[in-house]
């Protein structure tokens, strides 16, 4: 069994970086699988063990790589280390773009300015104003790209670092030569300098970074606002009696603790209250707009605010395992997974940059060699246009666009859904989602609220208090909602339960067990026959009069005989009707997979809207009618809450769990709906298709733009336009498109949850 490992990961500029990294890692023993996000700057690598020594010769190699790695700090810490990389960054873009423009002025608008000491001035001042840019400002680009050389890799920097310094050197040369004899003809007859494409070129490298840099902010807003949600702190209460309370750290507070939390405050850890009632605010997590009245017993959440008196609170979970911690957790390993179409993306991205240096080079010798036998050379020499076309051509070529266009996207869609109470546990199953054309569900504790009520019980053979007894006992060991009906009608009865033991689930059918020397049974009419007990033809009769009123009925033997049954109602939610209505009109097939009989299936069915169903469908059954619509090409979404939907869930290719339903199905799910609302079923498949949307847009956008791009600084134009593209432009378009990306993904922070 691997364990998991995450890093920081400093220094990536693009998505050939975030390649090189995932390679490093995977060359290290120990290692198991990796997955690197360049928008978080995060490796996520599954390990064989945790060992220090481990961590420490993996974060040394990535180290030595070039890059800077270290584990995580308190996850509170996050939204400040990304606000302080921010600054930073505007900090080093500012001071940028005001040495930039002098450079600019000198070489492109100002009129000759003399000599000094036989050096031409205008010439020398713009050279002196580039040094300061292209040492200290660009250092960062220079040194990354020599480090990934190093590596024997190429990367963004090493085009930046390339287009720079052929451009720095070739005006520097040019400058010296005015005051400096013995360089070559060449040299001394060049009119044009490039300082301004030099200066502008990291200028706007710089911009775009820190655009970027707090997009990618604004991106895990989401994510830092959960994180804010849990107080560091708790008031244990010391000493029940006299009510005295200490001050704690939440990761001190031991499970079965209690503590007490005031009007107005956040609830520090997930509990159940202890002998009182509260209105309590939950739409921090689930998404409920209005109160929600909780008394004795009940659960709440950490991260829920109370809104009226005090509470005593007893814990039911250490800090680290609460709902919200859960919640972040399952986003940020949502938003390190890789998709698909990801992987694509770096396969070509891998063969991009040194592709583009090839190509770079190759128009350069062209023009450098036939570029005055086919125009009128604009800049006075072959040699001049050559140098122009191979800096254009390197810098607008660099692939941030290509390298952020799915996983800003992705970091978005994850953090909007956690926002909006929908957890998306799988990436894949968020690039699935826009696919999906069949929807299935379950129907108890899915369509219907899954707090079924006894209505009725029919006694055959035995008294109620003697069959809701057998029937209460059985169902201990169930955590089916119908179980709760059961024990709650039994203890409004009597208090008295069998002592029945040897307790066992029968998958789809029910539980048996023994009384004394006799065997018990709760469960349909298969399971009842199969225990030995005959049903009579009155008796089945009866039966379908019973189930054609829509309800679910559990019949009770002991022995041979049966005892009776018990029928249980449901209440539909509100929003199912609205939900089945929704799925339709984005296309989907609805259907209802249910283990309950078919008229009570029937009867739900036409109440919400739902044509095709399949009821009396064991767990294994379940699973089965999923590979056979996907064998027959659907692409199927299956919502369900219990045990029994765990199979169907993993079968399917995209699986939705109710918040509220067991472990094993929120285990076996991709997608968990917090608020446990049928509509979100839809709004999570939605929302998939408006991330693949953003991807799809920022995939076209970013090869459009180098599609563009890459000939028009080539001269591919020039002889039939005269239109060629100047290093600074050619900077400020490809700054300007990995902006527009990130942009464009922050567009899904507008995007809203179906409402009912």
């Keep these: 069994m691997s364990e998991e490992l995450r890093l920081n990961i400093a220094g990536m500029t693009c998505s050939a970086c975030a390649i090189s990294v995932e390679k490093i890692i995977s060359n290290q023993p120990n290692v198991v699988s990796v997955s690197v996000n360049l928008a978080l700057n995060k490796a996520l690598i599954q390990v064989e063990s945790i060992h220090e020594e481990n961590i420490h010769s993996l974060i040394e190699a990535i180290n030595q790589g070039g890059f800077e790695a270290e584990r995580p700090e308190k996850t509170f810490s996050m939204s400040e280390s990304a606000e302080e990389i921010v600054n930073i960054q505007s900090k080093k873009a500012l001071l940028a773009i005001v040495l930039a423009l002098p450079t600019l002025w000198l070489t492109m608008f100002s009129s000759d300015l003399g000599e000094m000491a036989s050096f031409d001035l205008r010439l020398t001042l713009a050279m002196l104003t580039t040094i300061p840019i292209y040492f200290w400002s660009g250092w960062e680009f220079h040194s990354n790209a020599w480090n990934s050389l190093k590596r024997g890799s190429t990367n963004m920097d090493v085009l930046i670092h390339l287009g720079t310094t052929v451009a720095f050197s070739w005006s520097t040369l040019v400058t010296l030569s005015t005051g400096i004899d013995g360089f070559p003809a060449v040299i001394n007859d060049a009119k044009h300098v490039f300082f301004d494409g030099v200066a502008f070129i990291i200028a706007f490298v710089l911009i775009g970074n820190y655009l970027e840099a707090a997009a990618k902010l604004r991106a895990t807003d989401a994510v830092h606002s959960l994180m804010q949600l849990q107080p560091n702190d708790a008031r244990l209460i010391l000493d029940y009696e006299k009510m005295d309370t200490e001050m704690k750290n939440v990761e001190t507070i031991m499970t079965g603790s209690l503590i007490k939390v005031l009007t107005g405050e956040t609830i520090p850890i997930d509990g159940i209250l202890i002998d009182c009632k509260a209105s309590i605010d939950e739409s921090t997590m689930t998404g409920e707009a209005y109160p929600v009245r909780k008394s004795d017993g009940d659960e709440v959440l950490a991260g829920t605010i109370i809104l009226d008196g005090s509470v005593i609170i007893k814990t039911t979970k250490p800090s680290d395992d609460c709902l919200i911690n859960n919640v972040i957790d399952l986003v940020e390993q949502a938003q390190m997974g890789k998709a698909p179409i990801q992987r694509l993306v770096d396969k070509i991205a891998s063969i991009f940059v040194p592709l583009v240096v090839i190509l770079a080079i190759s128009a350069s010798i062209f023009w450098a060699t036939w570029g005055g036998s086919l125009i009128e050379n604009p800049m006075n020499s072959n040699l001049e246009l050559a140098i122009m076309v191979l800096v254009s051509s390197l810098v607008i070529a660099c692939p941030c666009a290509l390298g952020l266009a799915t996983p800003t996207a992705l970091v978005v869609g994850t953090g909007v859904g956690a926002k909006n109470g929908l957890l998306i546990k799988g990436i894949d199953a968020l690039e699935m989602a826009h696919k999906c054309d069949t929807l299935v569900m379950d129907k108890t504790g899915t ?32 955590t089916h909602p119908l179980a709760s009906a059961i024990h709650k009608s039994w203890s409004n009865v009597t208090s008295e339960k069998a002592n029945v033991v040897d307790i066992r689930t029968i998958s789809g059918m029910g539980l048996v067990g023994k009384l004394g020397d006799k065997v018990v049974a709760i469960g349909n009419k298969e399971l009842i026959e199969d225990v030995g007990v005959e049903i009579s033809s009155d008796v089945e009769l009866s039966l379908v009069k019973a189930s054609m009123k829509g309800v679910s009925i559990a019949l009770v033997s002991q022995g041979s005989r049966l005892l009776g049954w018990i029928e ?3 209440r539909i939610r509100e929003s199912s009707k609205l939900a089945v209505k929704k799925a339709k009109q984005m296309g989907l097939n609805v259907m209802m997979l249910t283990g309950d009989n078919r008229y009570s299936a029937d009867s739900i069915a036409k109440e919400v809207g739902i044509e095709k169903v399949i009821a009396n469908i064991k767990p294994d059954q379940k699973a089965n ?39 094993i199905a929120l285990d076996a799910a991709d997608f968990v709906l917090v608020r446990n609302d049928l509509i979100d079923a839809v709004s999570s498949i939605d929302l998939g298709k408006a991330t693949m949307k953003r991807i799809k847009t920022n995939l076209g956008w970013a090869f459009i733009y180098n599609i563009i791009g890459i000939p028009l600084a080539m001269g591919v134009l020039l002889p039939f336009t005269g239109m060629l593209l100047p290093p600074a432009f050619a900077a400020a378009a490809m700054a300007l498109s990995s902006v527009s990306v990130v942009g464009n993904s922050l567009v899904l922070r507008w995007w809203k949850p179906i409402e009912n």
């Design 625 to 663: 009618e999923i590979k056979s619509l996907q064998n027959d090409g659907k692409i199927v979404a299956m919502l369900g809450d219990g045990i029994n939907d765990a199979a169907a869930l993993s079968q399917a290719n995209i699986g939705l769990a109710m918040g509220a339903g067991s472990d």
């Design 447 to 478: 369509i219907t609220s899954g707090k079924p009520r006894v209505s009725h019980i029919e006694i055959i053979d035995c008294e109620v208090k003697e069959i809701l007894s057998i029937a209460s006992a059985l169902e201990s060991e169930s």
């Design 568 to 570: 249980m109602s449901d």
